[in-house]
């Protein structure tokens, strides 16, 4: 992979913020939910400690492109890395003598903030590969496989981190160890950031943020029901339904499913990293012909739509958890992993492809509102699908979202080879 050997340090360290960054990420949202739901939380209710997280997405990633195209990608980088240290803190001043009511909204403001924080450094770091790698499609699609794939995987790890640390250390202790993590990478960057991430332009208007691009606004649309599909069992779902398999009640058995249910998610994400920063050497020979690469995607999201739709059908004839249906459901989900990574990490390529070095920060970022508009949509529908038809139905509503996933696909691939 051939790489431009000035801009190499600042990609390094871009890259090492990000995925700092994606663990704190990962270990929090298993925190928050495996915390909350020891405190009695509904399936409804823990769906919306997220929902400001994914509102605070769209928001952020309407604005941040703009601001990174403005003020320069290391202000949003650095910007993004302080507001999670913030986030971090607040949520450590939560107290267990609140109302279930008190403790939601604060929850929700605090994920909110997480969210801004989040988007921002992602959309630094996505826009800072396009401007940072060479120019050939095929050797973009491998740095920004490498990027994501092996954020995913360390976001996986995360899952993992959060589990085991409310299992050893409890809540407070392990938000507090996050922040000081941050701490010393958001230092480190500020005092040594290497040359290379662009400046600002100060004339660049707000309203530049909304793409005029058929191609970028139908791959977004695409993204919207593809993130849907997958947050809408992963979100609550799947966490909820391992738990009530797992867990007898006692502090035993809540530790037993901690781990087990962190351990299923980091694995479950780590193979999709892996999967993800592989997609390159799997999908051989594509060339530098953009409208191919929309062809293989179309194909690939097919493939996935009939994953969810079998596990829903079996979920449907046995719905009393067993080992079988258990084993089934896991080997099940991880295929979808697996086939899930290949689709993003083609999407993830696309909009880097169908966008140009002067307009990249701000069709990234409105690329990446589309997709916190669609794990929004999937979040607020894992709670409610759970909650009315159990996961069954959160994976027949994951097979109808990636089903308009794929008509989005189609649509844009004509647009394309007209």
Same mark, same amino acid.
């Given at each position: 992979m051939?790489s431009?050997?000035?801009?190499?340090?600042a990609y390094?360290?871009?890259t090492?913020a990000?995925?700092a960054?994606?663990?704190t990420d990962?270990?929090?949202?298993?925190l928050?939910?495996l915390?909350?739901?020891?405190l009695?939380?509904?399936?409804v209710?823990?769906a919306?400690l997220?929902?400001?997280y994914?509102?605070?997405?769209?928001i952020t $990633?309407?604005? +941040?492109g703009?601001?990174?195209?403005?003020?320069g990608l290391?202000?949003?980088?650095?910007?993004?890395?302080?507001?999670?240290?913030i986030?971090?803190?607040?949520?450590?001043?939560?107290?267990s003598?609140?109302?279930?009511? +008190?403790?939601?909204?604060?929850?929700?403001?605090?994920?909110?903030?997480s969210?801004?924080?989040?988007?921002?450094?992602k959309?630094?770091?996505?826009? +800072?590969?396009? &401007?940072?790698?060479?120019?050939?499609n095929?050797s &973009?699609?491998?740095w920004?496989a490498?990027?994501?794939?092996?954020? $995913?995987?360390?976001?996986?790890?995360?899952?993992?981190?959060?589990?085991?640390?409310?299992a050893?250390f409890g809540?407070?202790p392990?938000i507090?160890?996050?922040?000081?993590?941050?701490?010393i990478?958001?230092?480190?960057?500020?005092?040594r950031?290497?040359?290379?991430?662009p400046?600002?332009?100060?004339?660049?208007?707000?309203?530049?943020?909304?793409?005029?691009?058929?191609q970028?606004n139908r791959?977004s649309?695409?993204?919207v029901?593809l993130?849907?599909?997958?947050d809408?069992?992963?979100?609550?779902?799947?966490?909820?339904?391992?738990?009530?398999?797992?867990?007898?009640?006692?502090?035993a058995g809540n530790r037993?499913?901690f781990?087990?249910?962190?351990?299923?998610?980091?694995?479950?994400?780590?193979l999709?990293?892996?999967?993800q920063?592989?997609?390159?050497?799997?999908?051989?020979?594509?060339?530098?012909?953009?409208?191919?690469?929309?062809?293989?995607?179309?194909f690939?999201v097919?493939?996935?739509?009939?994953?969810?739709?079998?596990l829903?059908?079996?979920?449907?004839?046995?719905?009393e958890?067993n080992?079988?249906?258990?084993?089934?459901?896991?080997?099940?989900?991880?295929?979808?992993?697996?086939?899930?990574?290949?689709?993003?990490?083609?999407?993830?390529?696309?909009?880097?492809a169908l966008?140009?070095?002067?307009?990249?920060?701000m069709?990234?970022?409105?690329?990446?509102?589309?997709n916190?508009a669609?794990?929004? &949509?999937?979040?607020?529908?894992?709670?409610?699908?759970y909650?009315?038809?159990?996961?069954a139905?959160?994976l027949?509503? +994951?097979?109808?979202?990636?089903?308009a996933?794929?008509?989005?696909?189609?649509? &844009?691939?004509?647009s394309l080879?007209?």
């Amino acid at each position: 992979m051939t790489s431009k050997p000035d801009n190499m340090p600042a990609y390094i360290a871009v890259t090492a913020a990000y995925w700092a960054f994606m663990l704190t990420d990962g270990a929090l949202r298993m925190l928050v939910l495996l915390h909350f739901h020891i405190l009695g939380f509904s399936p409804v209710q823990l769906a919306y400690l997220f929902i400001l997280y994914e509102v605070a997405g769209i928001i952020t $990633n309407a604005t +941040a492109g703009w601001l990174a195209a403005r003020f320069g990608l290391a202000i949003t980088l650095h910007a993004g890395l302080f507001l999670q240290i913030i986030a971090l803190l607040a949520l450590s001043q939560l107290s267990s003598e609140w109302s279930i009511t +008190a403790s939601v909204i604060y929850a929700m403001c605090v994920q909110g903030l997480s969210g801004v924080a989040k988007d921002l450094t992602k959309m630094s770091s996505k826009s +800072a590969v396009k &401007l940072l790698a060479p120019d050939q499609n095929s050797s &973009l699609f491998k740095w920004v496989a490498l990027l994501t794939g092996a954020k $995913n995987a360390i976001k996986g790890l995360g899952f993992l981190v959060g589990a085991a640390s409310l299992a050893l250390f409890g809540f407070v202790p392990s938000i507090l160890g996050m922040a000081v993590l941050l701490a010393i990478i958001l230092i480190a960057t500020l005092i040594r950031m290497p040359k290379g991430l662009p400046n600002g332009v100060k004339n660049t208007r707000f309203r530049d943020v909304f793409s005029t691009s058929p191609q970028v606004n139908r791959l977004s649309l695409a993204r919207v029901f593809l993130f849907g599909a997958r947050d809408v069992w992963f979100v609550v779902g799947i966490p909820i339904f391992y738990y009530a398999v797992l867990s007898d009640g006692s502090e035993a058995g809540n530790r037993l499913a901690f781990f087990s249910i962190g351990s299923f998610m980091a694995v479950w994400t780590i193979l999709y990293g892996f999967v993800q920063a592989h997609a390159p050497r799997m999908l051989r020979n594509l060339g530098d012909d953009t409208a191919h690469f929309v062809s293989v995607t179309r194909f690939w999201v097919k493939i996935l739509t009939a994953i969810p739709a079998l596990l829903a059908v079996v979920l449907f004839f046995y719905p009393e958890p067993n080992t079988s249906v258990t084993i089934v459901l896991t080997l099940g989900l991880f295929a979808f992993g697996a086939v899930f990574a290949v689709n993003s990490s083609l999407h993830s390529f696309l909009i880097l492809a169908l966008t140009t070095g002067k307009r990249v920060t701000m069709d990234v970022g409105f690329y990446y509102m589309a997709n916190a508009a669609g794990r929004l &949509l999937g979040t607020l529908l894992s709670g409610l699908s759970y909650q009315i038809g159990g996961l069954a139905l959160c994976l027949a509503t +994951a097979t109808l979202m990636l089903a308009a996933s794929w008509i989005a696909t189609n649509r &844009l691939n004509q647009s394309l080879t007209l």
